[in-house]
């Protein structure tokens, strides 16, 4: 049984850092691209950044150059905007959807983890 559980979330000011993490578990996740996503409310659920196996990384454009992606699956955000706030997910995929931080190039999803930044 596939598990992701994210850990990291929280409050944070503007201009300020947190650093996300996921769990894996249930498969050998290094074979797989693992992304993070984020879900607004009202808002649909948008890739944020992605990490394939061999180490390549994907960002969004509007975190590009404040988030980073780490190959032990952490999301390292710095520079927070209200515009950040969201529940952020991590993902397990696999293929060119998952490189290109499309949703459906994700199987295996956590449960989220609350951003909050004013």
């Known amino acids: 049984h596939v598990q992701l559980v994210e850990s990291g979330g929280g409050a944070v000011q503007i201009g300020g850092s947190l650093r996300l993490s996921c769990a894996v578990s249930?498969?050998?996740?290094?074979?797989?691209?693992m992304g993070w996503f984020r879900q607004a409310l009202g808002k649909e659920r948008e890739g944020v950044a992605a990490?394939?196996s061999d180490g390549t990384t994907s960002y969004a454009a509007s975190v590009k150059g404040r988030f980073t992606i780490s190959p032990d699956k952490s999301l390292q955000m710095d520079n927070l905007k209200p515009e950040d706030s969201a529940m952020y997910y991590c993902?397990?995929?696999?293929?060119?959807?998952?490189?290109?931080?499309?949703?459906?190039?994700?199987?295996?999803w956590g449960q989220g983890t609350q951003v909050t930044v004013s």
């Open positions: 990490i394939d």
């Open positions: 993902a397990a995929g696999r293929g060119v959807d998952a490189h290109l931080l499309r949703p459906s190039g994700y199987g295996y």
């Open positions: 249930g498969y050998t996740y290094r074979t797989y691209c």
